[in-house]
């Protein structure tokens, strides 16, 4: 097995001290940071999602994952920094203001960055207008929104509303979900996407990334 084929294996079942030892191995050897990052720690992350998706396994072993994936980013990311080596874009995270629940938003977080994204992570009990002035600041084209609790639900349509209002904010699209949130609730607040875990947000931000409709395009 080739070194970045044994980076994304070692990061799959979760080992970082050996996906740190391998990705030094790689860097040592010379291999582009590029490839280090789509061909090992992605590569390995991919398989952690689509097992996750598939119920072959749970949160404790993705939370394993991830802490192998930062073990390897760690090292490699000044050097993507110093060769500009492109993520594939920019998106806002965060917990709408009221609530401070964080378990979800997290683990969206952690599974976009498995996937080549920059993420943002603006924490929880999130204002609406951080949450604007953050999209305007890092010109991101994605913001995703977490609610856990029914009485801070409301405050994600503020948020879209903010947005599309704000021509700072120019063609930002949205994301919402949470426990209580529904696709339906999405599309009344006018959402682009609602996702209903880790897995589904990132293929909902990739196809609003690719330029395909959102809910509001489809109804």
Do not use: W
Request: hydrophobic content about 50%; aromatic content about 4%.
């Amino acid at each position: 097995m080739e070194l970045l084929q044994l980076i994304a294996a070692e990061l799959e079942q979760g080992h970082a001290p050996q996906v740190a030892e391998l990705t030094a191995e790689a860097i040592a050897q010379d291999l582009a940071p590029g490839d280090i990052l789509q061909d090992g720690l992605i590569a390995g992350m991919d398989v952690v999602g689509e097992k996750f998706r598939s119920r072959l396994i749970f949160l404790p072993h993705v939370l394993l994952a991830a802490r192998a994936m930062h073990a390897g980013m760690d090292l490699l990311k000044p050097l993507l920094i110093r060769d500009a080596v492109p993520t594939l874009g920019k998106a806002i995270l965060g917990t709408v203001s009221g609530d401070q629940h964080d378990i979800g938003k997290n683990l969206v977080g952690i599974m976009l960055e498995g996937a080549g994204f920059e993420v943002i992570d603006l924490g929880t009990n999130v204002s609406p207008d951080a949450f604007l002035e953050a999209a305007c600041e890092h010109d991101a084209k994605v913001v995703g929104m977490s609610a856990l609790l029914t009485t801070t639900m409301p405050v994600m349509g503020q948020v879209i509303a903010l947005l599309k209002e704000n021509d700072r904010a120019g063609d930002v699209r949205t994301v919402v979900g949470g426990a209580p949130v529904t696709e339906d609730y999405a599309r009344e607040i006018g959402a682009d996407a609602y996702a209903f875990d880790g897995v589904s947000a990132v293929d909902r931000i990739r196809a609003l990334f690719a330029g395909e409709p959102g809910l509001q395009e489809e109804s």
